[in-house]
């Protein structure tokens, strides 16, 4: 669904509005930051998401490194800004197993939601980004999302997050 929709009806939106079933990555092979975004840096470029793999994965491998991306509940949500996408969208992928995230201080993560940001979006960005933090005092979401069998049911669970009134503000 595009990200319009998103500033139109805040109320009603749900974090399944702003990705699809094939940019989940229920098992992802990579087991760090460098590897897991160019895993799915390739699979936002491979469904037409991001224009060119490469500037994007080194502007959200760099913002990454930079900046405290972690929630203490074990998800990262990275992110790149780029001229070239048309509409924010995120890629969804999740370790059996935590993995260290960023730079300096050890952050075990198991959810990786990275954004593909259009250049000019900044609103629609940030109310993503607060359901996203969001989900960090949700545990029983968090829990449901490492525990789902596929990608269905991760959209299921990914329906059912709804953005919080706060958020709405913004």
């Known amino acids: 669904m595009p990200s319009e929709n998103i500033t139109r009806t805040t109320a009603s939106v749900s974090l399944a509005d702003?990705?699809?079933s094939e940019l989940i990555i229920p098992h992802l092979h990579a087991r760090d930051t460098a590897g897991i975004l160019g895993e799915m840096s390739q699979l936002l470029?491979?469904?037409g998401c991001v224009p060119d793999a490469l500037p994007f994965y080194q502007?959200?491998?760099?913002h990454a490194l930079l900046s405290a991306v972690t929630t203490d509940t074990g998800i990262a949500f990275p992110h790149a800004r780029s001229t070239g996408v048309r509409r924010l969208q995120f890629a969804l992928g999740r370790t059996r197993k935590p993995v260290d995230w960023g730079g300096s201080r050890y952050c075990p993560v198991h959810l990786?939601?990275?954004?593909?940001?259009?250049?000019t979006d900044a609103v629609t960005y940030l109310k993503l980004?607060?359901?996203?933090?969001?989900?960090?005092?949700q545990p029983e979401f968090v829990e449901k999302l490492r525990d789902a069998a596929?990608?269905?049911?991760?959209m299921a669970v990914l329906r059912e997050?709804?953005?919080?009134?706060?958020?709405?503000?913004?």
């Open 18 to 20: 702003c990705t699809r």
């Open 45 to 47: 470029h491979r469904h």
């Open 59 to 62: 502007a959200a491998f760099n």
């Open 112 to 119: 990786i939601f990275l954004i593909a940001v259009p250049a």
């Open 129 to 137: 980004l607060c359901q996203l933090a969001g989900l960090g005092r």
């Open 150 to 154: 596929n990608r269905e049911e991760i």
């Open 161 to 170: 997050v709804r953005q919080p009134n706060g958020c709405s503000r913004l």
